[in-house]
Each structure stands twice: as C-alpha cells, then as structure tokens.
C-alpha cells in the first residue's frame, strides 16, 4: 500500500487515485476462527485481547458493484472490538456465516479470519459500477450502520431492518486495517479541519450518542433538561455531555476519578459525581441491590443540580440499571443502548411503574442521524474525543486499553497515516473552531 499513501501524500488528483493498483493483499487486525475457544473457562478480564488479536496480510476481497475501496487513513477501537476479541458474548463468525447466507456477494465475509474495527477516515481508491455519489479521492469518514437497500424492513428507520447489521463487527472487512470494504451508503464527508485519527474516532459513538439524546428516534432532549451521563468521559459518554450542553441541558458527568472529573469541568460540564469517591454499591452481594445506596445517589444528583434528571444516559448495564431507573425523574426516560457489566439487568418496577417511567433503548443510528451527527463534528459544534493513538500492530494492546477502563474519550488507531497530525484541509477552520477546543481530551492524556 505505500503507492497509496505516496500518491495521498502527494495530493494526487481524483483521476490519479482511480489508476492506482489495488493490491491484492492488505495488512489487517484481525481474530482466527481457530481461536474461538482459546479462552474457554476463563473470567472476561482474564480474556486478553493481546492474545486472539493478529496483524498481518490478508486477500484483498473483489468489490460489489455498491461498494468502494477505502484506503483507511486511520481507525478506532469501540468495545464492540472488545467484544470480538474475547468472543462474548458470542463469537462474532456466526454473524459473518449468517451474512454469507444472503447473497452471492455476502459469501466473500464468510472466512477462517474476521478484520474488525467499526471506524474509519481515509480515501476512496475505487467505486463500484452502482456508486453514484463518491469518487476516487474523496476523503470520507465511515459510519458502521451495514443495510441491505433492497430489503423494505431497511426504509423507514434502516436501523429497524430486519438485517441491520454493524460493520466490522457483524460483517467483514472492518476498518482497523491499511484497505477496507465498505457499501457507499456508509461514506460521509471527512470534517475538513480535522487530522485522519482526529476525524476517525466520531462516527460510531458521536452517532449513537445523536441517536440517543437528541433524535426522533431516542430521548428527544429539549432545552432544560437534566441529563445524567454514566462513563461520561468514556467514548459515547462524552460525546453525550456535548450534546447536552448544546441542546440547552445540564449534564450530570458520573466518572470514576478526578483526572476524568477535570476533564469534563474543561468540557463545561459542572455537576460531576466520581463514582469512585463516593463508593457506590448499588448491589450488596450478586443476587441483591441495595435501595438506600440508589437513595444516596439520588439525593447526591438532587445536591448538584436541585432536581432529578429528566434523562438518564444508560449503558453500564448490570450494575447501574437500578440506579438509573430509581433516580430518574418521575415521568422521565432511561435511554439505553449496551450492558457493559452485564446484560441481565435488574430493576424495582415499582418505581418504574408508579413513578410512570420510561425505559428506552437504541442501537447506533440510520445514515441521516449519522450525517446529522457528522455534520456537527464538521461544523466544530461536537469535539472529537481522541485521546490516545496506537499504530496498527498494537490493536491487540490497544484494545485491552478500552477492555480495561484505562482510556478516556477514544483510542485512534494510524493504518496508513505515517503519524499524527495530518490530513487537516482547512487550518484557518481549525484555528477558528480552536485548537484547545478540539484536543481537550489529547491534552489531558499527555499531561499525565
Ligand atoms: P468506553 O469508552 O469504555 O466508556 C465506558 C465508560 O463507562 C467508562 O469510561 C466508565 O466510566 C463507565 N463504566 C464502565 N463500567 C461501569 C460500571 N460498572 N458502572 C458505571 N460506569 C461504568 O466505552 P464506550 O465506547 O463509551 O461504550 C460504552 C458501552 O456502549 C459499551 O458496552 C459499548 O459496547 C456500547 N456501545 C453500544 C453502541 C450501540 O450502538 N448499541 C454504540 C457504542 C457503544 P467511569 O469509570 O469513568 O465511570
């Protein structure tokens, strides 16, 4: 792929990008079918994904006629890599079997080896004959909603289609690689003042967090509103905070140290619970929670904001389900989307029911809530959350990060991209939005 990055660092033409070879192989990260049982009997945080995480060539596949080549600049890690990595809570090759059963086309994702990752920016090296709206040179990011346009189920909100699925996650091809794959519907336009990893690690969680707070389709936040974010420094927790503050609403950060407490009184987020500090047990053994614990938080959100919240941005699972529903307002919305601690969540209905509460739950976004999404990042209203950047070979060290807590914001990946700091097309846009603005999170991780 060095051809590629030379013409790219060139600033080869369009035409240029269109007659570059496309290699018949490609350097990935990627898990091995064969793997899929390597951590059998052993507890989640011992699965190690430094282990069943691989870099190295694979075949390039051939191109539908609905898709591009992308020559990916730089990617990201999400927990769904996580996920993959330690095959829970299932390994990710029944998807790609299942996909492979669809069509022709779809058998390509059907193989020993599964390339992960759900992020990327880059630059569109080829387009398939049916590509109508993107040419070779463009410079794109990548959101990870994979529809089938031809089924119906995928035209009203495409995320309710019957065969939805998340790229490099329950397809092939992901993007934490130098080439990926990828249907012309997933292209939107790279934020011009952004760096290749800067632009690389909003799409996934900048979109769900869209989807959640402020489309249609999640919360509806109005002006006013008290939001409480759990991981509210994580990676769609603080995206979530921003769109609070944008929206007019008042967020409630919980985090899980003072470092990520300074962090979001940097983002303009004042009422802020460390977690950690207060020492929280909302569940007393594993089968019990514990009603005055919620009662203590409850009241502690009650001291910083003087009501409770109209929203509460869920997605640890297991272990704050309770709490949140217990501390959401009377008449309010619990919006969900994960269970990181745990998926059987646990709940008082009868608070839920008296108090007429509602549960809500999302998954990522449709393609207008992602543009939506993108649009903002590209107009600098949302920042991006990079904070840290690995090179390709150390996916698997990159991806414990994020399995264990260790990082805030995001985790960029450099495929292609040499180093940090390029790709940015527009400086004056960059300088206007402003630099301390823009690398927030960066900034905090290198003063530590
Ligand atoms: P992340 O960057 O690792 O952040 C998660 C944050 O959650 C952490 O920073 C941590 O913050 C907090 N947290 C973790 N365990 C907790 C616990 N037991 N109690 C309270 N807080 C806890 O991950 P992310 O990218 O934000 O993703 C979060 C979850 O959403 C993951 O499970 C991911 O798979 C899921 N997700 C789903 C979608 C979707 O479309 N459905 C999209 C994106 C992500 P503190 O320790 O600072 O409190």
């Known amino acids: 792929m060095q051809h590629v990055l030379d013409a790219i660092t060139a600033g080869a033409t369009g035409d240029d990008i269109a007659a570059l070879e496309i290699p018949e192989s490609y350097r990935a990260a990627f898990v091995k079918r064969d793997d899929v049982g390597m951590f059998e009997g052993m507890e989640s945080w011992d699965k190690d994904p430094r282990q069943s995480v691989h870099v190295d060539e694979v075949a390039t596949p051939e191109l539908a006629p609905d898709e591009v080549y992308l020559a990916v600049m730089a990617s990201s890690i999400n927990f769904n890599t996580v996920w993959t990595s330690i095959f829970e809570p299932l390994p990710t090759f029944g998807f790609l079997d299942r996909l492979a059963r669809e069509s022709e086309w779809a058998k390509r994702h059907a193989l020993p080896y599964h390339v992960v990752g759900s992020d990327a920016s880059g630059v569109v090296l080829r387009v398939g004959s049916a590509v109508r709206n993107w040419s070779p040179g463009d ?87 008290s939001v409480l974010v759990w991981g509210a420094t994580g990676g769609i ?24 407490a300074a962090i979001l009184r940097d983002m303009g987020c004042e009422a802020v619970i460390d977690r950690a500090a207060e020492g929280y047990q909302f569940w007393s053994d594993e089968h019990t929670q514990d009603e005055s614990e919620w009662r203590r938080f409850g009241k502690k959100i009650r001291e910083l904001t003087g009501e409770d919240p109209d929203i509460v941005f869920e997605h640890p699972g297991r272990s704050t389900m309770g709490a949140s529903i217990f501390a959401v307002k009377r008449g309010g919305t619990v919006v ?84 940090e700091g390029l790709g940015i097309d527009d400086p004056e846009k960059r300088e206007a939005i402003g630099e301390a603005k823009i690398t927030t999170f960066r900034r905090h991780a290198r003063q530590r």
């Open 139 to 225: 410079r794109v990011t990548v959101h990870c909603n994979y529809v089938d346009d031809q089924d119906p189920s995928a035209h009203d909100d495409s995320m309710l289609a019957a065969n939805q699925r998340i790229w490099g996650f329950e397809t092939n091809f992901g993007g934490l690689a130098d080439l990926s794959v990828v249907k012309a519907n997933q292209l939107m336009p790279k934020p011009s003042h952004l760096t290749w990893e800067e632009a690389a690690v909003n799409a996934l969680c900048n979109s769900t967090s869209y989807r959640m707070l402020v489309s249609d389709n999640g919360a509806r936040m109005k002006q006013g509103d």
């Open 336 to 419: 969900t989307c994960a269970a990181t601690s745990g998926y059987m969540v646990e709940f008082d209905n009868r608070h839920f029911w008296m108090k007429l509460k509602r549960l809500l739950s999302s998954h990522f976004a449709n393609y207008a809530e992602s543009w939506a999404a993108n649009k903002l990042i590209d107009q600098g209203r949302i920042q991006p959350l990079l904070s840290d950047v690995y090179p390709l070979t150390e996916v698997g060290q990159a991806t414990r990060a994020v399995q264990n807590n260790e990082a805030e914001g995001k985790i960029g990946v450099l495929c292609l991209a040499p180093e």
């Open 237 to 260: 927790g603080g995206y979530a905070v921003q769109y609070v503050l944008n929206g007019g609403g008042t967020p409630i950060g919980v985090v899980s140290s003072p470092e990520r």
